[in-house]
């Protein structure tokens, strides 16, 4: 099987969420015969899966989509090494040394985004040097406008298995882009990978 045109299939979903066979032979400029025969593949591998959706008269679309077994194509972070780590300082120094840990981390973060962001002159620059920070460290971030506001979106997210022990880890991320865009800005999550959402998504109003 030709594992580029796969690997493009799965980015593409995790980028994108479900789309038909004939959608993407339309990005990759090949059939949607050809897109159909690397998808049935996936299947059997346990990567990807139908739906199908009823589009009015006619036959129904099918929508393909990730499993969770392809998130191993992503990157984790060290989500069990750092899971273990997360673990161990919470028995030996209590939620509140955990808690401690992660408001250390976050001014780390801030210190370090800030710099990178420093030259970005309005909220747009902002954003698209904060994507790309985010897509750096594994998060597949993209930031787009919508209806007066931004909507920033991170498709996959390497510490979920962390995030899911350590809530404060997803507390903090709003702390932290709070910061770096600044005070004349709102940042409002409205999906959340850990809620059961396809994605994480922050709605990120001006003042």
């Known amino acids: 099987m030709d594992t580029g045109t796969r690997r493009k299939i799965i980015e593409t979903l995790k980028q994108n969420g479900p789309q038909e066979a004939a959608t993407m032979a339309g ?28 589009k009015g008269v006619g036959r129904p679309s099918k929508l393909w989509r990730l499993t969770k077994a392809a998130d191993d194509f992503f990157p984790q972070g060290y989500a069990e090494l750092t899971a273990g780590l997360m673990s161990s300082v919470e028995e030996a120094f209590g939620e509140a040394g955990l808690e401690r840990l992660i408001a250390i981390r976050t001014r780390e973060q801030i210190a370090v985004y800030g710099k990178r962001l420093a030259g970005a002159k309005n909220l747009k620059a902002r954003l698209t040097a904060l994507a790309k920070i985010r897509t750096e460290e594994g998060y597949m971030a993209d930031v787009q406008r919508e209806n007066g506001a931004y909507l920033l979106t991170e498709n996959h997210c390497p510490i979920c298995a962390v995030a899911k022990s350590c809530t404060g880890l997803c507390a903090s991320e709003l702390e932290l882009f709070q910061a770096v865009l600044g005070q004349g800005v709102s940042v409002e999550r409205t999906e959340h990978i850990l809620a059961g959402a396809r994605r994480c998504a922050y709605r990120i109003t001006p003042s």
């Open 27 to 54: 990005a990759f400029a090949i059939s949607a015969m050809a897109v159909r025969q690397h998808l049935y593949v996936l299947a059997e591998e346990g990567l990807v899966v139908a739906e199908s959706i009823a």
